[in-house]
């Protein structure tokens, strides 16, 4: 089992088959844990950061930790999302336009 995928997203059910199944045989049916299902131990917040973080910290987090997004929050509280794609092509722009 050493080779086996790891999944970190919600639990895959198997397909069934539903033409020879009735309704409550449907509910009744328990499915196969999967054991490398690693979404309990996950933190579902989103990443958050300061207005005055570092550019170097917020491509880290992008890079080592692999997110899509990254909350940015203002010393007012007001936030705003920043999403990779848009990191990184700013980041491209800086380094073509300096």
């Not at 997203?9 to 199944?21: C, I, W």
Request: charged fraction near 15%; glycine fraction near 2%; hydrophobic fraction near 45%.
């Amino acid at each position: 089992m050493p080779d086996a995928p790891v999944h970190f997203h919600a639990t895959q059910k198997r397909p069934r088959d539903y033409a020879s199944s009735t309704i409550s045989s449907l509910y009744d049916t328990p499915i196969e844990p999967d054991p490398f299902d690693f979404t309990v131990y996950m933190d579902q917040a989103p990443l958050t950061i300061t207005i005055h973080s570092p550019l170097e910290l917020v491509q880290q987090l992008f890079v080592k930790l692999g997110a899509r997004y990254v909350v940015v929050v203002n010393s007012d509280g007001h936030c705003k999302w920043l999403f990779r794609l848009a990191f990184f092509l700013f980041i491209n722009w800086i380094c073509v336009h300096l």
